[in-house]
């Protein structure tokens, strides 16, 4: 899951490269000026969707490359530089949205605005969004890996939309690529048209100015009348701390200037435009206008990201427009976590990182919360792990913060016996089990596209993970789609590392939100030396409890040093205990030999004793490391 | 007139030990001829600063001293006298190891003035010795240790080690008692430390319990505290008292010198690696000084005075810091004497048996 950070963090990036506006605009900036009046017909709006890795950034950067927009060697000196981050973040930045001229065959010189999409199941409200800021898109295949999970989710998404679908079989230049066998898997699990599919490595360039061409042949152009009332979606923002929020958006009809007072029509929040433009490689190029039909930006003083929800629709709030664009939905939280100062002093400084994250990503929440165990700290609300692991890393990379997390869990809802439902976001706020009607938990549509030879072992997976079939289908001879329905909770953690591990890395994977459903679960509680941890607090179904309390129990012996002291480590429902472990005591801590020449060296060796005690979590008598609170993240899958 | 220690440090050896991470290896006799001018160059540099001083005890120590010819010690300790002034009867040690040591050799020791030796034994069982990769069998120390006597010295240590890779808690024993029964009067007995850098750190790691291919396995843990519980108990037979974590002696015999170090009397290392305290300063020869806060001071008068089951003695804190122990460190005493790891006794400050099995931990919270 950890392979599509690119995109989030990239967008979600203060030092985004695009903030800044270059008055110095190169050539080819001018001369997509030059355009800015063009008529509708000349403009295409479409995205890149692929599963990972079959190529979506590298074509993106190809297109960027032989439209001119920037040289190679520009091109190439760009690259060095992500690559720069990338090492730094270990994440990998590639393609942006951004506005790129191509003269085609035919003489005459189009618009093109690409827009890039997070690949990432956690972000597919934003995905849907940024589809529908689009009339087409490019369906990247790779030729020897053929059609993913990924790439059927992201069909459909397309095709939900109604966004034509241009398919390009990416890497041709493998040894290992099958382009016709693609084609033919394209046309049968698809169902779309694909024999005159450019066949390409957009590694090499090898025949990309043919998807250049048939971008203009197959994607529509836009439609929409300048003239109409305002009526322009929001498919992203970022804050920038001069300009405030800049805002993404697809002008659907009428047209957006400076001076336009505008209303977010779901938020209700109103501003006068201070700046229109669109999007360079890597700038943004202010402008006249956006008329209907166009991408770009606006920017109008507003101080907070929550009042430009991606999805929401702007309009002139003078000559509003009818009704918003259909699709705007509040998104919320999925995967909650509480998130601590390791070093309690530092609790104003998370706030205020956190406080200074929200600016550019209206999906993070929190709220203060204290523990026992860990001090004052925030209770986070992430939209899946990854954007957990993004925001944790981020914390910790970009604002010095060294956290304690605790384990993630899902929103729970609990029916009490007095008619009130709870939605629970923290473990420790489960009311008293005599207080509890029933309990609900989130379940999502999962479909798993394997080879036929592992469909056993990942059949055997989602059943310990309470799975539910719902049905398979063989796509071709060696390869089905396995659909289920499975806890959220289920997957959080190590399901995909899981389903990795057991088709040998052949499984792929997607999956939908889809509802809430009553179980029988309970709290997980940890004791350690009698004394309950909140923090190691948490929520499981009835039927699993006694083996994550046994792992659990495992996993805190071997991160908790020996004491001088035994430590029981206990797991328990209510008052039941269901599994424990100790801790023995140290027998022997010593340093045999003291002279004079080994002063030095033994007072660093007690410094680094005392040193390593501050990183622990006094817990009663007990000090546990920082790193035990996330332990439950790291119960393997049976091997 | 102040005390200081001197210590002479020899960095050869016959051959490296599989546990040693001293500062030491083989050297050709022309290295160590050009070793032992320059160590009496770097001696006699100390004239002026030797003024304020009286030396009250001198340590040769290595690697292995003995390696080094009668005349070689004979022309080091000539540099030492016509330097500092060294009082009449002080405990002056040469450290030796078996099969290095001729009559020769004792005999311009004892005209040197040496009056003590530490004998490395090791064990006296010839499989650990081989084990730990010494050069010499039980049989071998025998005659050093006879040919030590008869050549007229009366104070003889004899190093021990516990935890030896294939010990068991009965061939320690055994070594214990074999050792005793020839009445040194003095036994150190050091718990194996897996150093890194050492063969054993590649067979053994961090201290793990682990099983180093051909190598026998390291004891456990429950068996290494007992080969510790039975040094002090088996000793204790013998008329030895331990009188520091790992040393101990028949009464009258505790070496002055080492004590020294434990009670932070000032000291000159000479040689390559060899460390100083002097002026609240310590350095290693050729090294930059470190400055000693008042504070750094505190800890080490704790962690090492500590290391004594004698303690430290409030008093002696009191007047060399001015300020009374119990208002530093009153919290840190409280807790460890509430854990039963250390206790206070009138002037003394002192482990218990299991403050000093766990002494690093007890320790480290006596830095400031």
Redesign the interface.
């Given at each position: 899951m950890t392979q599509d950070k690119s995109f989030y963090a990239r967008r979600r990036n203060e030092t985004y490269w695009g903030t800044s506006i270059d008055d110095n605009a190169k050539d080819g900036y001018r001369k997509v000026k030059e355009l800015a009046e063009i008529n509708q017909s000349k403009i295409r709006n479409f995205c890149i969707i692929a599963h990972i890795d079959h190529g979506k950034s590298t074509l993106a950067d190809r297109i960027i490359e032989m439209t001119g927009l920037l040289t190679s060697r520009e091109m190439q000196s760009q690259v060095l530089d992500n690559m720069e981050l990338e090492r730094e973040r270990g994440i990998t930045i590639k393609a942006q949205t951004v506005r790129i001229v191509y003269k085609a065959k035919d003489g005459e010189e189009y618009i093109f605005n690409l827009i890039d999409t997070p690949g990432h199941v956690d972000f597919n409200y934003e995905v849907s969004r940024s589809l529908a800021a689009c009339d087409g898109a490019i369906l990247v295949v790779d030729a020897a890996q053929g059609v993913e999970a990924q790439t059927l989710a992201n069909v459909y998404l397309a095709l939900d939309h109604d966004l034509d679908v241009m398919p390009v079989i990416n890497k041709v230049d493998l040894p290992s690529a099958e382009p016709e066998r693609v084609i033919e898997e394209i046309e049968d699990i698809i169902g779309i048209e694909a024999q005159d599919a450019p066949r390409i490595s957009a590694k090499t360039g090898l025949n990309v100015e043919e998807v250049l061409e048939q971008i203009i042949a197959k994607i529509p152009a836009p439609s929409g009348d300048a003239k109409a009332p305002l009526q322009a979606l929001i498919f992203d923002s970022v804050y920038d701390s001069y300009k405030g929020v800049i805002v993404f958006c697809r002008i659907k009809e009428g047209s957006i200037r400076k001076g336009t007072p505008v209303l977010m029509m779901a938020t209700g929040a109103k501003a006068e435009v201070v700046e229109v433009g669109y999007f360079g490689a890597g700038q943004f190029i202010p402008c006249e206008e956006l008329s209907a039909g166009m991408v770009g930006y606006i920017t109008a003083s507003i101080k907070n990201v929550k009042d430009t929800r991606v999805g929401d629709t702007i309009t002139n709030a003078q000559s509003p427009c009818k009704e918003p664009l259909p699709g705007y939905k509040k998104v919320n939280p999925m995967v909650y976590c509480g998130m601590y100062p390791a070093d309690g002093a530092k609790y104003p400084d998370l706030r205020d990182a956190l406080e200074k994250l929200q600016l550019n990503d209206a999906s993070l929440q929190f709220e203060p919360e204290t523990s026992v165990a860990l001090g004052f700290g925030y209770r986070c609300g992430f939209l899946g792990l990854l954007h957990l692991e993004i925001i944790q890393e981020r914390l910790e990379r970009e604002y010095n913060l060294d956290l304690v997390t605790t384990a993630p869990g899902v929103v729970y809802k609990v029916y009490k016996t007095n008619g009130e439902v709870i939605e629970l976001t923290n473990p420790s706020n489960l009311p008293d089990p005599s207080e509890i009607e029933y309990m609900e938990e989130p379940i999502v549509k999962a479909e798993i596209m394997v080879t036929s030879e592992y469909i056993g072992a990942i059949m055997d997976l989602c059943q310990e993970r309470r799975g539910i079939y719902e049905g398979m289908e063989y796509m071709e001879e060696t390869r089905a789609v396995l659909r289920y329905r499975l806890p959220l909770n289920e997957i959080i953690y190590d399901f995909f590392d899981a389903l990795k591990s057991r088709s040998r890395g052949y499984a792929s994977f997607d999956y939908e939100l889809d509802g809430y459903m009553q179980s029988e679960l309970v709290k997980l509680d940890i004791l350690i030396n009698k004394e309950e941890v909140d923090a190691l607090s948490f929520i499981v179904h009835a039927d699993t409890a006694y083996e994550r309390g046994r792992r659990m129990c495992e996993k805190l012996k071997e991160e908790i040093p020996r004491h001088?002291f035994e430590i029981p480590i206990q797991a328990a429902i209510g008052s039941k205990i269901i599994a424990r472990e100790t801790v023995r005591a140290?027998?022997?801590?010593?340093?045999?030999?003291?002279?004079?020449?080994d002063?030095?060296r033994?007072?660093k060796?007690?410094?680094k004793?005392?040193e390593g005690?501050k990183r622990m979590r006094q817990v009663g008598n007990v000090e546990i490391p920082q790193k035990a609170f996330m332990s439950v993240l790291k119960l393997d899958d049976k091997k | 007139m102040k005390s200081l220690e001197i210590y002479v440090h020899i960095p050869f050896c016959v051959k490296k030990c599989n546990y040693c991470d001293f500062l030491s290896a083989p050297a050709t006799k022309e290295e160590r001829r050009e070793y032992v001018e320059s160590l009496c160059r770097q001696i006699r540099s100390y004239r002026e600063a030797s003024r304020d001083y009286r030396v009250v005890s001198v340590f040769v120590g290595g690697g292995t001293p003995s390696i080094l010819e009668g005349e070689q010690i004979t022309e080091i300790f000539r540099a030492v006298r016509e330097t500092f002034s060294i009082e009449e009867g002080v405990e002056i040690t040469i450290e030796m190891n078996p099969g290095t040591v001729s009559a020769e050799k004792l005999e311009a020791y004892r005209a040197a003035g040496i009056n003590r030796l530490s004998i490395g034994l090791q064990s006296a069982d010839n499989e650990e010795l081989r084990t730990l990769g010494r050069i010499h069998t039980f049989e071998d120390f025998l005659g050093t240790y006879r040919m030590a006597r008869a050549a007229g010295f009366g104070n003889i240590n004899v190093d021990l080690i516990s935890a030896v890779p294939g010990q068991t808690v009965e061939s320690f024993a055994d070594t214990l008692r074999r050792t005793a029964a020839l009445s040194p009067e003095h036994i150190s007995a050091y718990s194996l430390i897996i150093e890194e850098g050492t063969p054993f750190f590649a067979l053994y790691g961090d201290g793990a319990c682990g099983h180093g291919g051909e190598y026998p396995p390291l004891p456990d843990e429950d068996s290494e505290r007992q080969m510790y519980y039975d040094t002090k108990r088996i000793l204790g037979e013998y008329g030895y008292h331990r009188y520091e974590i790992s040393n101990y002696a028949k009464p009258g015999y505790e070496c002055r010198h080492n004590l020294g170090y434990w009670n932070r009397t000032e000291y000159l290392g000479f040689g390559d690696g060899a460390a100083s305290l002097m002026d609240h300063r310590r350095w290693v020869s050729g090294g930059q000084p470190e400055e000693l806060s008042r504070e750094d001071e505190m800890e080490e008068f704790m962690f090492l005075g500590l290391r004594k089951t004698a303690g430290v003695s409030k008093t002696a804190f009191g007047k060399e810091f001015g300020v009374p122990v119990e208002m530093v460190y009153e919290k840190v005493l409280a807790d460890m004497a509430g854990r039963h790891l250390l206790v206070q006794d009138g002037d003394v400050i002192r482990l218990t048996e299991r403050g000093l099995d766990v002494s690093n931990y007890v320790m480290s919270e006596f830095l400031l």
């Open positions: 001088l140290m027998r022997k801590d010593v340093l045999a030999k003291c002279y004079g020449g002063i030095t033994k007072k060796l007690l410094e004793q005392k005690k | -």
